[in-house]
């Protein structure tokens, strides 16, 4: 975890559990290559940021969007869809908890956001 400015260049590793989450210094790391909008829950189990769109189609088209990227990574966050919003959480199932894969996807997403 050498060069955090490049996460959105990697690639998600498939993880089914056995590996402990990410420590709370490895997250705040992590943490700092992602937008300022992301935030770290409480428990350091999740990290999560809202979208905002101009309505309904747009958030649409993000919500696609993102559905692409998390089935190229094979990691998927939760969502909370709503008329002009998105709320995207990431975390680690498998390991109740974070992991690289999460700030992985959520890099990609922060480029996706960019791109638009």
């Not at 955090?4 to 790391?29: I, K, T, Y």
């Not at 189609?57 to 869809?81: C, K, Q, S, Y």
Request: hydrophobic share 40%; aromatic share 10%; with cysteine.
């Amino acid at each position: 975890m050498n060069n955090f400015s490049e996460l959105h260049n990697r690639q998600c590793r498939p993880c089914e559990g056995g590996v402990p989450p990410l420590e709370p210094d490895a997250v705040q790391q992590l943490l700092t290559a992602l937008n300022a909008e992301w935030s770290v829950s409480d428990d350091g189990r999740w990290i999560r940021r809202e979208f905002t769109f101009s309505g309904f189609n747009r958030t649409m088209g993000f919500v696609n969007a993102l559905a692409w990227i998390a089935n190229t990574e094979g990691h998927h966050p939760d969502l909370e869809v709503g008329y002009a919003k998105c709320v995207v959480s990431y975390m680690t199932h498998a390991i109740n908890g974070l992991s690289e894969n999460d700030f992985i996807c959520a890099a990609k997403i922060d480029r996706l956001v960019d791109a638009l």
